[in-house]
């Protein structure tokens, strides 16, 4: 068995640990809480990474704030912790001046689609070519348990005590109306499918939105009485039900309801970049170079 | 140090042009590398990126205009860690939403310029009327302690000049640096020369040329207070974040690494003020009356000073070229011979503050507030001077 660790770190956990090289090492212990589900889906992520097959010199990630917005400092990638809710702007700034980059953003519910709901939006209508994971916990865990755009009608949050009582957005549905070309919603249950999609997301071509759902067990789950983390985890396998190529017009997420998973999304239509250097070609001719060739030299 | 190069012959509009200064100031930018610019429409700034939006194309490089000034401030962002060099223009409402990233900047010392064509204020305000009322918005508008660099042209030849320069300040300090426009010289048509590329100089980013293991982001000495910096890509495996952070760019939240880092970020201008200064000076030595004026005004005042000498009055002029960080131990100096300091402003005081603040009742200070929506009559400073003549 030694002989296949990899790392001095490996030797000292005395055990083996795939994800370990694509972490930041010294930076562990991370700040998530017992029973959270950020941690897994950064696993996925990490398995993600290797199978990709992609340089990871040339993979950069970015986040916005909050708790999953903390994910960028602990990957072992060019790693961007950017301002509340600016993390997909920061990233089309990123892939357009190095467009040889995959650019991974990589946050939460409220800091995708509450204060940087409106970048979200027109990043998938650009069809930038981004990969955004948005991590689902129903609220806003590093101040304490806030209503989000995505709690669903009933629980209880700081700012919202006697139940909400706000319609929530349905993410996949958004994504793929502003035209995401590619849409997936699976939970910390399901973490093979999750890695795949974001392995598939990360070969992926355009705007791609994987939804993670995912437990917070010292806000939502406590406040609410759903139990710990597995607790969660569990409802997560009980309640979900695998349909790729759904509708995302159905796949709408009721307190505690049944949750619809799958790919729904897989599509092709050309990136900015793409659609901007093929239209600048027709219409300047040879005043116009290809932008962003292959080495990575405009 | 930094290295200085020429500028790319492909972004320089070599020959005489009769231009505004909005447009003066896109190919300033152009001339100075910027290869990327995000923007959002904003009058009366809008025409500095309509033209680039019209020029990258050919010239290479990146236009594109996000959904709102928040994006844009913060795209630009992500564009100089993918290795380019940009701008950030926008008008008095516009800067407001900008005011986050601006401290995003300064605390990931990101290198940018921006461009600020400043209108009367406040909210919605004057949007076709000139002002000059942003300049301490540039200054203290962000939360937390920062410091920028900031230029007051007053003319299109300076628009375009003073561009070329704020990106080479930004290079070589690693802060957000503001080019402070008004309406009047942003839409202003005047002669502009521009040089051949070999006549420009360019400053070329602080490129380290450690190898990934031996780097720090934000490894610095007693001696050279500016990191050396890196892009996305080049296998260094950065991390950057706007917390309070060490010389790895790793979260250290502690009372001791925000001391550090602080102190650091501010006196890397505050302790070079010195270098950054620029005042231009006309018969300072010997005036009872010197008229501190920065841009439009600037010329205004000028006008005055012409006709109170005419009538026998010393008079001297302080143009401040470089407003920020503000030449406080030079209008000490001053303050020491002349009677009186007018300061004649589009807006209800701002820079008069300033040189209050420098000249602690060492000789009287004028204000000359304006609110702005036009430039100040020439009488109005002319009676001022002969005021404080008196």
Redesign the interface.
Known sequence: MTEQLETPQDLECGLENAVLPYL?Q??IPHIWCPGCGIGTTVNCFCRALGDSGLDL??V?I?SGIGCTGRT??YL????????H??A???????????P??KVVVYSGDGDLSAIGG??L??AARRNMDLMVVCVNNFTYGMTGGQVAPTTPIGPSQTTMPYGNFENPFNLPFLADACGAVYVARWTVYHVRQLAKAMREGLQKKGFVFIEALSPCPTLYSRRNRLGDGVDQVKYYKERSTIKNGADTKEVGLEFQGDIIVGKFVDRDRPT?LES?NSH?NKV?GD???T?GAPN?K? | MEETLQADPKGVLTGVHFIDGDHAACEGALAAGC??A?GYPITPSTEIVERFAARI??V???F?Q???E???S???????????K?MNVTSGPGLSLMM??LG?AFMTETPCVWIDVQRGGPSTGLPTGPAQADMMQVKFGSHGDFEVIALTPNSPQECFDFTIRAFNLAETWRVPVFVMMDEVVGHMTERVDIPPASEIEVTERKWTRKRPGDYKIYGTTEQDPVPEMV?????????????THDERG??NLTPGAQDRLVKRLVNKIRHNADKLVDIREDQVEGADVVVVSFGITSRVAMAAIDRARAKGVKVGSARLVITWPFPAARMREIARTAKAIVVPEMNMGQICREVELAVAGATRVVSLPHAGGTVHEVETILDAIMEAAR
């Open positions: 930041r010294d930076r010199d040339k950069a970015v960028a400092g072992n990638l060019d790693s961007f912790h950017t301002t809710g600016r997909i702007p920061f990233a089309t700034g990123l892939k357009l001046a190095n040889e980059l409106n970048h939006m027109h900015w901007m600048y300047l005043r116009f170079q932008y990575g405009d | 290869r990327f995000a194309p050919t290479g490089g990146i594109i996000m959904e709102d928040l994006a844009a913060i795209a630009i962002q992500g564009a100089v860690w993918g290795g380019k940009v986050e990233h995003y892009k996305a890509g080049d296998g260094y495996r950065v991390h950057v974040t706007g917390l790793y979260p």
